[in-house]
């Protein structure tokens, strides 16, 4: 394991290190959602939920669905549909034993993001979960954020990353596949093709 010779503990050290907040960062943090926060929100088809355990095991997972699925109820709460996914149930779990989550919302072609953080339900109201129907079917479950902060996040990382320039993006050439990673993950037995097979039957139960 790596040990790191010099470390920073102290806020003093960063500012030393980075310099002050640019002053349009400092105060672009609100408490609810506003029109902006909104327009982004209910455009965007990608989501990415953070969440704690009561251990203090940490989880980040991705949500997608169609532009649109994710609601703004009010200023201070959001609804986020659980669709079919591995059914390990990391993020729900979590919520049950510790609600603090966070959210990072994603539109392909933007450089930024929209973050927001709060705490966290689980609920299966009706009319809720009807109106989050896509394709003729609904979440079984909702995950309703109480919003405590809302902010626009700069697009330096995505920038970087050449996310939506395709013409940059590196070969996936090499990369272990799904099915790969897991049998040797889980020292599973079955056949790499057999899995595979399993996988890409799962991946067209979208909703």
Not at 2 to 21: A, D, F, H, N, W
Not at 76 to 88: M, W
Not at 145 to 173: D, N, T, Y
Request: charged share 25%; with cysteine.
């Amino acid at each position: 394991m790596y040990t790191p010779k010099q470390v920073i503990s102290s806020t003093e050290e960063i500012r030393s290190i980075l310099g002050e907040v640019y002053y349009s960062q400092d105060t672009k943090c609100i408490d609810h959602i506003d029109a902006h926060c909104r327009a982004w929100i209910e455009r965007a088809p990608l989501v990415v939920v953070s969440s704690m355990s009561s251990s203090g095991q940490l989880d980040v997972a991705p949500k997608g669905d169609p532009a649109g699925s994710f609601k703004v109820l009010d200023e201070q709460t959001l609804a986020i549909p659980d669709r079919p996914g591995n059914n390990r149930a990391d993020t729900l779990i979590n919520i049950i034993e510790n609600p603090r989550i966070g959210l990072m919302f994603i539109i392909p072609n933007r450089r930024e993001v929209v973050r927001v953080s709060g705490s966290a339900q689980i609920t299966t109201d009706p009319d809720l979960v009807d109106s989050m129907t896509v394709n003729g079917k609904s979440p079984k479950l909702v995950i309703l954020v109480h919003v405590e902060e809302a902010m626009f996040h700069c697009g330096k990382a995505l920038i970087r990353a050449k996310m939506w320039e395709p013409g940059k993006w590196q070969s996936v050439q090499g990369l272990p596949t799904y099915a790969q990673a897991l049998i040797d993950h889980g020292k599973l037995t079955i056949a790499t093709e057999d899995l595979q097979k399993g996988i890409d039957s799962n991946d067209k139960i979208l909703f």
